[in-house]
């Protein structure tokens, strides 16, 4: 089993970046595939970003393709998405999760952390 820390939301404008972290204990942080999600307010939580546990394959949500990057550094136990060219719609808690696959939707465990804001002003 693994915990999980998001970190890294904030406010910021249309155009905007910023840089998420999830911060992973255990030692076989590195034998999974790891994702991004988000929930926006009164909506589902959503696929975002998945990578495979090596960091060779990478895998994203069509809305975000071109904008945003999933990382990892499997030395730290950390994995990151960059978020570039921020829209009001990318608005929502950003969470992180193992997943299948790197390219599965769906989230391995049914547990999450505490999630980090990211809202992006018009």
């Known amino acids: 089993q693994v915990q999980l820390v998001e970190s890294g939301g904030g406010l910021v404008q249309a155009g905007g970046s910023l840089r998420l972290s999830c911060a992973a204990s255990g030692r076989t942080f590195s034998s999974y595939a790891m994702g991004w999600f988000r929930q926006a307010p009164g909506k589902e939580r959503e696929f975002v970003a998945g990578?495979?546990?090596?960091?060779?394959?990478?895998y994203y949500t069509d809305s975000v393709k071109g904008r945003f990057t999933i990382s990892r550094d499997n030395a730290k136990n950390t994995v990151y998405l960059e978020m570039n060219s921020l829209k009001p719609e990318d608005t929502a808690v950003y969470y992180c999760n193992a997943v299948p696959y790197y390219n599965s939707r769906s989230p391995k465990y049914d547990y999450w952390g505490q999630g980090t804001q990211v809202t992006v002003s018009s």
């Open positions: 990578i495979s546990s090596g960091g060779g394959s990478t």
